[in-house]
């Protein structure tokens, strides 16, 4: 049971250039979620599904795109990169504690993108 | 908005001590979920309190929320420099969670 698997882990790019972050879950969650943290910063949200075939905006979705296409798999896309894309970009999915039953996030190890 | 805000920004305190943090936000909530972040690590999901409950504890984990001031506190109690990390409160009332800065802990050993 791997949880939220990232990809890649490191990624370096050229101003103007494209990539696909890809964020892969295998315990059957409805939601799923991509972040950004940049260095001594919180995680503000890009943009984030609550099932196969949907997506939302959150509150910096500018700059990137996203697809759900199968319910374990969530993609961010970057059609051209921007120095001020340099981050770092967690992914998470959404599902039911043990405990309480509600909605809580799992989250993956980070993918760390340097554009330059 | 629906992002908490911690409170402190930074803390530091001898191993042993009692750490409390706190939380406030804006919004009506259906539960208020608390995080914990490592230096470089993705957020691990500590502990969940809905919005009928006042307290809850797990381990030497105690968090509140008093729905009328809409504001949270964690108390970790005697404190292990394996507790040195970041901690996000995420206020929740929709399919979204948003995070705030968080409150950075160091335990000194």
């Known amino acids: 049971n791997a949880g939220v698997t990232q990809t890649p882990k490191f990624r370096v790019l050229k101003t103007g250039q494209s990539m696909t972050l890809l964020c892969a879950q295998d315990?059957?969650?409805?939601?799923m979620y991509w972040y950004r943290q940049d260095p001594g910063m919180g995680l503000r949200l890009i943009h984030y599904s609550v099932g196969e075939g949907t997506t939302a905006k959150g509150e910096v979705p500018d700059g990137y795109n996203v697809s759900r296409l199968k319910k374990q798999n969530f993609l961010l896309g970057l059609e051209s990169a921007a120095p001020s894309q340099t981050s770092v970009y967690f992914c998470a999915s959404g599902g039911s504690d043990r405990s309480s039953g509600a909605n809580v996030l799992t989250f993956g190890a980070g993918s760390r993108l340097t554009v330059l | 908005s629906q992002q908490g805000e911690e409170d402190p920004q930074a803390l530091s305190i001898q191993e042993g001590e009692n750490a409390t943090m706190n939380c406030s936000y804006k919004t009506s909530i259906n539960n208020l979920q608390w995080y914990r972040q490592n230096s470089g690590r993705g957020l691990v999901h500590l502990i969940l309190?809905?919005?009928?409950?006042r307290e809850k504890h797990s381990g030497r984990l105690r968090v509140t929320l008093d729905t009328s001031k809409k504001s949270s506190s964690l108390l970790i109690t005697a404190s292990r420099a394996a507790d040195t990390a970041s901690y996000f409160c995420?206020?929740?009332?929709?399919?979204?969670?948003?995070f705030g800065q968080g409150t950075t802990l160091q335990v000194k050993p």
């Open positions: 315990m059957n969650h409805e939601y």
């Open positions: 995420a206020p929740r009332n929709t399919g979204k969670l948003i």
């Open positions: 309190i809905r919005s009928n409950e």
